[in-house]
């Protein structure tokens, strides 16, 4: 057993464990409190700025990570079945898709107006809600492709 694999891949299902578990309870738990009218609008806005923070480098850690985990995978085999590499192209071209989800969110971010003046008064939902619903699915795809790709024998 090689220790730096084993060490490499728990390091990435910890990176994708802290992105979508915090993405799902941004969707789950705090966007239906702030449907309701809760008062903790300010609160909740803060901890989501704050999970935006340690976004960031888990994408950075998610890409060098998987990178390293291909190696691991395809080392002594001289060819890749295309279907793996087609899947795995897809399950990389989505990932592309949500890093830059969160780069236009935090471009959107920088230009912020006060939320309440668009809304008519109204508790606004959390900014960038929308990306944050896309990121929760297509990561969910993203899991099924890698589950679908560890199994694959080659």
Do not use: C
């Amino acid at each position: 057993m090689n220790f730096f694999a084993v060490l490499n891949h728990w390091l990435h299902l910890i990176s994708v464990v802290v992105w979508i578990g915090g993405t799902a309870f941004q969707v789950f738990v705090e966007a239906p409190l702030l449907k309701t009218g809760d008062p903790s609008y300010h609160f909740l806005k803060n901890i989501s700025k704050r999970f935006r923070r340690i976004v960031g480098p888990l994408i950075l850690l998610l890409v060098v990570t998987g990178g390293i985990n291909f190696g691991f995978r395809r080392r002594g085999y001289e060819f890749v079945p295309p279907g793996y590499i087609s899947a795995l192209g897809v399950k990389v071209f989505l990932v592309a898709i949500i890093a830059s989800l969160y780069f236009f969110e935090l471009l959107g971010a920088r230009e912020e107006e006060d939320p309440r003046e668009r809304t008519g008064g109204e508790q606004p939902i959390l900014p960038g809600f929308t990306y944050t619903r896309l990121t929760l699915i297509i990561g969910l795809i993203i899991i099924f492709l890698a589950s679908m790709l560890r199994q694959w024998k080659f």
